[in-house]
């Protein structure tokens, strides 16, 4: 009973939250992605996995997708439930043996911050279902992102911009420190629909 | 002022990014070469004088000696390799019909037999590879069943055994299993889950996340099984090969096989599950589990190591 009541308690308060929150004078809707790609290095964090290690890190390279169907801007501060997909390649091989490469999903909450007229800093955290895929062996990892935006430029309702994101991947045993670089685009949704309702009434 | 502090910013991470790069695969030499060797055990059980005699299996011997014709042919072919030798480097253990063996004779399968030879190769470099490949019967708890000796009846090689003997050679060890039940050979890691018998695999992976005593994924030992824990591995009736060794043949580049004169002969080609120009364990095993019949991998469920590791087998 509790829990029933705590579910509709936190969707009745979300349906205000959007309702509400958009009504806010420098609000809008926005629909995003971005992709990346990163130097990945795979630091063991257990003491058992240092020991038998002959490198204090392994190096994968990631390559990351983020869908950001509807983002909330408010004022200079965009708010956005985001969906991430990562694969990671193999390391590079270290005498015969190599970290094996994997895929990861996720649902991400992000909030980007806009500086000034070009600059930003995006910062964003998800929890990340992992798998191996001939092993058919899947793990969990935390994965906490900070990325510094740099505005190339706007045409009509669409922006791009330029981000280097730095992440922290923590997994069982590793502690992956990611260092990319990539395009961000998003779409203002709000702004495009009122220019088409003004459209309309000319 | 300010631009004094962002050279000095750029400056600070370029050497920061240096040493940090200085320590790994880019710049460090890599260690040398090593060689591989394999044990390669087929048993029919035609001879088997104990009282619970198994069934006779007529693909094992036929499988344990393809396994070493195609590794003989890859190590030749092989550049990762440092110095290679047939005669050394690849022991056959065969018990087959129509063969009379003494009891010393070394290449007799018997447990015995076995674990001393797993023993010499305990004077193995740190950088070889040693592969034991098994065909055989295997018990409900995955024990390797051992030709019949008169002096060790119902002998079985326990995975415990095993990993055991495995355990003190040096350099990587790769075992690969076609038996019933091999998936016990696995040695349980709980960094991982296995999406095959995982119920609720979300919730398992991130309980797996805060597992605080936790295994070790192991960067030494390498086992792939031609069945899970609680399933049997087949082979066709004929004198052909186990579905799962017939499959790992397949990666490993058998094209073609002839009989003439009593004697197999084999023909090799690139291993097709070669990446680019290299054979991997989890390359060898996703092919060999694809070009298995659908029927029989969901029968068998074959097996592959758990855990961070991938090693490469040979490059070309």
């Not at chain 1, 983020?66 to 193999?90: C, H, N, Q």
Request: glycine fraction near 6%.
């Amino acid at each position: 009973m509790y829990h029933r009541l705590r579910h509709i308690g936190l969707t009745f308060l979300s349906l205000v939250m959007l309702t509400i929150l958009p009504l806010h004078a420098n609000a809008a809707w926005t629909s995003g992605i971005s992709l990346s790609s990163s130097y990945s290095a795979a630091i063991p964090t257990s003491s058992g996995l240092a020991d038998q290690e002959s490198l204090p890190f392994r190096s994968q390279a990631a390559v990351q997708i983020d869908m950001a169907p509807l983002s909330l801007r408010i004022g200079s501060v965009t708010f956005g439930g985001e969906l991430w997909l990562k694969y990671t390649s193999r390391s590079i091989y270290w005498g015969n043996t190599f970290y094996r490469p994997f895929w990861a999903i996720g649902p991400a909450a992000s909030i980007h911050i806009q500086i000034n007229d070009s600059i930003g800093l995006q910062v964003a955290g998800t929890a990340l279902f992992c798998w191996y895929d001939p092993a058919q062996q899947a793990f969990a990892a935390i994965d906490v992102m900070a990325a510094p935006t740099f505005r190339l430029g706007s045409m009509v309702h669409n922006v791009f911009e330029l981000t280097s994101p730095i992440r922290f991947e923590f997994r069982n045993q590793i502690l992956a420190v990611q260092v990319g670089i990539g395009l961000r685009w998003y779409y203002n949704i709000s702004q495009a629909m009122d220019d088409a309702t003004q459209m309309r009434s000319r | 002022m300010k631009r004094f502090l962002f050279l000095s910013m750029i400056v600070l991470a370029s050497i920061s990014l240096a040493i940090f790069l200085s320590s790994c695969e880019l710049f460090v030499p890599e260690p040398e070469n090593g060689t591989i060797r394999i044990i390669s055990i087929g048993i029919d059980y035609s001879n088997y004088g104990g009282s619970n005699k198994p069934s006779t299996l007529k693909g094992t011997v036929n499988d344990a000696k393809a396994i070493s014709q195609a590794f003989l042919a890859l190590a030749q072919a092989a550049v990762n390799l440092s110095e290679f030798s047939p005669e050394s480097n690849i022991i056959e253990m065969l018990q087959e019909k129509g063969k009379v063996y003494t009891a010393t004779d070394p290449s007799y399968p018997s447990k015995t037999n076995i674990l001393d030879q797993l023993e010499i190769f305990k004077e193995c470099d740190k950088n070889d590879i040693t592969v034991i490949y098994y065909s055989g019967h295997g018990d409900t708890d995955g024990s390797l069943l051992p030709a019949y000796s008169a002096t060790e009846s119902n002998a079985r090689i326990s995975p415990e055994e095993m990993l055991e003997a495995l355990v003190d050679i040096p350099g990587k060890k790769v075992l690969i299993l076609d038996s019933c039940f091999s998936g016990n050979h696995i040695p349980h890691d709980e960094t991982t889950i296995d999406l095959q018998t995982s119920e609720n695999a979300w919730h398992d992976a991130f309980a797996s996340l805060w597992e605080k005593e936790t295994t070790i994924s192991s960067d030494s030992l390498f086992v792939i099984s031609a069945a899970s824990t609680d399933k049997q591995s087949f082979e066709p009736g004929d004198e052909g090969h186990g579905f799962f060794t017939e499959s790992i043949l397949k990666g490993l580049g058998l094209v073609n096989e002839d009989t003439e004169d009593g004697e197999t002969t084999y023909a090799f080609t690139t291993p097709p599950a070669c990446n680019g120009n290299t054979l991997t364990i989890d390359g060898l095993f996703s092919y060999a589990v694809s070009e298995m019949p659908t029927e029989y991998v969901k029968l068998q469920s074959p097996q592959l190591i758990r855990g961070l590791y991938d090693l490469v087998l040979f490059e070309f």
